[in-house]
């Protein structure tokens, strides 16, 4: 059991990588507050948790029953993800900020990233829909079913407690520092959402 537990959550800590989608949360929820970015990430994480629990226990029926290919969601996915990059690295998302801000002075309107992008395709994503449904598959009975479940639990814990770490850290760093890391951030997301694209694209078409 214990090497399932470790064989399981070392696949979903790769696929899902919380150090990696840390700095891209920052940086998605600039000038939210502490409060706001803290709940955003409980938010993500557990709507998150119910779409991995939802492919892990009827994916394999769910996707049968509408005909849909698993390549098709990474298609889709990196789509959607590199629109959200685009807005990083141009600061369209810090124009919109800006533009609310001006229009309600008293409370300025955050954008709610806890569902889009982050929950979904960022943590619950096509790689990490394939995943859970393969170790699913893979598991037999009760016992390890509950041991893949449980891993998938302590990933997105640890997920957790990364997203409300990197604002903190970030912002020490300065207006300045966080503009690049941003645009940087946006990039790398821009390249990630590509890959998505090809990985779907060759799957579809057997190349």
Known sequence: MLQLFLSAFITLFVVIDPPGCAPIYAGLTKGATPAQARNMAMRACVIAAIILL???????????????????????????????????????????????????????????VSVFPMAMPMLAGPGAIAAIMLLQNEAEGLDETLVVLGALGAVLLLTMVALMAAGPLIRMLGARVEAVITRLLGVLLAALAAQYVIDGLRGSFNV
């Open 54 to 112: 939802v492919f892990a226990l009827f994916g394999q029926d769910l996707l049968g029953a509408l005909h849909i290919e698993l390549d098709s969601f990474r298609i889709a996915g990196g789509l959607m993800l590199f629109w959200i990059a685009w807005e990083m690295v141009f600061e369209k998302r810090t124009q919109r900020r800006e533009e609310r801000a001006e229009k309600v002075a008293a409370t300025p309107e955050v954008e709610d």
